[in-house]
């Protein structure tokens, strides 16, 4: 049974930083991870894509909204099947339960994780 988990939301002030992991499990082998990636859902708003990182044979690839470029930085450590998120510059409109995704290499089959709160106040 595949599960992804997150950890590390929390409150911040405008302008702080947090840095969020997710930890894949249940998966075939790591080699089974594709893309990896964070979203975000604010109240009253769609799901939106935050950043995603492919997994690559020597190098990662990562792609990110416009508005989170310059500001926020995603990785993976694929021996350790986990993504993380790091946001600097937070700001109010950041606010928001982020989301980590996992697709199945073979399948395409997308997993999401529960779910952590970030909230940046002003």
């Known amino acids: 049974q595949v599960q992804l988990v997150e950890s590390g939301g929390g409150l911040v002030q405008a302008g702080g930083s947090l840095s969020l992991s997710c930890a894949a499990s249940?998966?075939?082998?790591?080699?089974?991870?594709?893309?990896m990636g964070w979203y975000r859902q604010a109240p009253g708003k769609q799901r939106e894509l935050v950043a995603i990182i492919s997994s690559g044979a020597n190098t990662n690839y990562a792609n990110y909204a416009d508005s989170v470029k310059g500001r926020f930085t995603i990785s993976r450590d694929n021996a350790k099947s986990m993504v993380y998120l790091q946001m600097n510059s937070l700001k109010p409109e950041d606010t928001a339960v982020y989301y980590c995704n996992a697709k199945h290499r073979r399948s395409g089959y997308d997993y999401w994780g529960q779910g952590t709160q970030v909230t940046v106040s002003s």
């Open positions: 249940g998966f075939e082998s790591i080699f089974s991870i594709g893309p």
